[in-house]
């Protein structure tokens, strides 16, 4: 029997007229088993499919192309983000590449300039290989966004609030140049997640996501998504999809859509204890400057009250040095030295060492990620656990 949602492209123009978001987080792309009346999702895992004969099928006819347990995730994360098509990839990076696989030689990508490392290590050490051409920007500066548009641009591609220096960019000015100029525009909305901000909504034409961080919220599983409203864009990234096989297993769809039932619950969460945590490193002599877009302090805060539902879980924060910042890491107790974020415990790292490590330390500085910078994605712990253990590795260096 062939696997179909009850939600499958849920028509979302009027909103009154469906279910609200944590609604959606349980229930989306998601029916009880045909076969045996299972209130989860099953997971399939088959690679392949019978065939009643020549032709004619009951919708699947091989993982690698469509797989039940995944279909059921792609729906549902499309519908957190009000779109019509999910597709979803074995990791983030496999997702972007897909992204960029829309893209022909010569063309010209404007790129936020502190995007996540893997995607920089991608541009400049992979696709740049074959001819494609990335220039990394400050993309809070809309009018240097225009400037750089030329007759090869192709796409805009923005990442907000960006990984590390979480900066903010305008999706509505965004929108508005790529349609004048008739760019793709695209949004890596891992950090926010759809439940604080929706960039469809907006008019960005595709949002890609880290299903590893957020969605999934139990570091547990790697998977990327991509959702789109544009038809063409959708079935042209299925065919890259089947056609390159970085696909995700039925598992790790599974553990995703277990874990984004409590997406809801949780953002308010990590965004409560975020915005403590900030307001305490504010206040500590030996940080030099906290980043996070919740504190009036942060150059586009304003933007982002306005552009987000609530400001998320992860801050950056400066501690002076590259010595400093060694010393701090190795203190942390309960905050674990780990690369990625979004899970439920709380992560910290050096952005310089690690996630950014493949960036040329000029492009580093430029972009404002320091060697003193560190990263924390604060967890669901208890907040002053949290803060107990940041002050007492604070006294030690």
């Not at 590390?164 to 960019?169: G, K």
């Not at 961080?213 to 999809?241: C, P, Q, W």
């Not at 039925?250 to 874990?259: E, I, M, Q, T």
């Not at 003193?372 to 803060?387: A, K, P, Y």
Request: glycine share 6%.
């Amino acid at each position: 029997m062939e696997f179909r949602s009850n939600f499958e492209n849920p028509k979302l123009t009027n909103k009154n007229q469906y279910m609200k978001f944590s609604t959606k987080a349980i229930h989306a792309g998601q029916q009880p088993c045909p076969t045996t009346g299972a209130v989860m999702t099953p997971v399939y895992l088959t690679s392949t499919y019978v065939q009643e004969e020549i032709g004619k099928h009951k919708g699947y006819v091989y993982s690698r192309i469509a797989n039940p347990t995944r279909t059921a995730l792609e729906q549902n994360i499309a519908a957190l983000e009000n779109g019509k098509h999910g597709i979803a990839f074995g990791s983030g990076m496999a997702a972007v590449d897909a992204i960029f696989r829309l893209l022909k030689p010569c063309d010209h990508v404007i790129i936020s300039h502190n995007v996540y490392g893997g995607t920089y290590r991608l541009a400049k050490q992979v696709l740049e290989d074959y001819r494609l051409q990335f220039e990394f920007i400050d993309t809070t500066n809309i009018k240097l966004v225009e400037q750089t548009i030329r007759q090869e641009t192709r796409m805009i591609f923005v990442e907000t609030p960006t990984n590390p220096t979480m900066e903010i960019t305008d999706l509505k000015a965004i929108v508005k140049i790529a349609k004048g100029n008739r760019l793709i525009s695209v949004c890596d909305n891992t950090f926010a997640t759809p439940y604080l901000q929706q960039p469809l909504e907006y008019g960005i034409d595709i949002v890609v996501h880290s299903l590893t961080k957020y969605l999934n919220g139990h570091s547990d599983m790697l998977g990327g998504l991509v959702v789109t409203n544009d038809m063409k864009t959708a079935e042209r990234l299925r065919f890259i999809h089947k056609s390159t096989g970085g696909i995700l297993s039925p598992f790790d769809a599974w553990l995703c859509l277990r874990g984004v039932k409590t997406l809801p619950i949780r953002m308010e969460q990590h965004s409560t204890n975020a915005i403590q945590v900030a307001r305490w490193l504010l206040k500590q002599r030996k940080v030099k400057r906290v980043l996070y877009p919740g504190l009036p302090s942060h150059p586009q805060h304003k933007l982002a009250k306005k552009q987000m539902k609530k400001f998320g879980g992860m801050i950056s924060f400066d501690l002076g040095s590259f010595e400093k910042a060694k010393k701090f890491l190795k203190k942390v107790q309960l905050c674990a030295l780990a690369e990625s974020l979004g899970g439920v415990e709380t992560l910290i790292s050096h952005p310089a060492t690690m996630t950014h490590a493949s960036v040329p330390k000029d492009q580093r500085e430029k972009s404002k990620v320091t060697e003193g910078l560190v990263r924390l994605s604060v967890g669901l712990e208890n907040v002053d656990d949290i803060i107990k253990d940041l002050q007492q590795a604070l006294k030690n260096i």
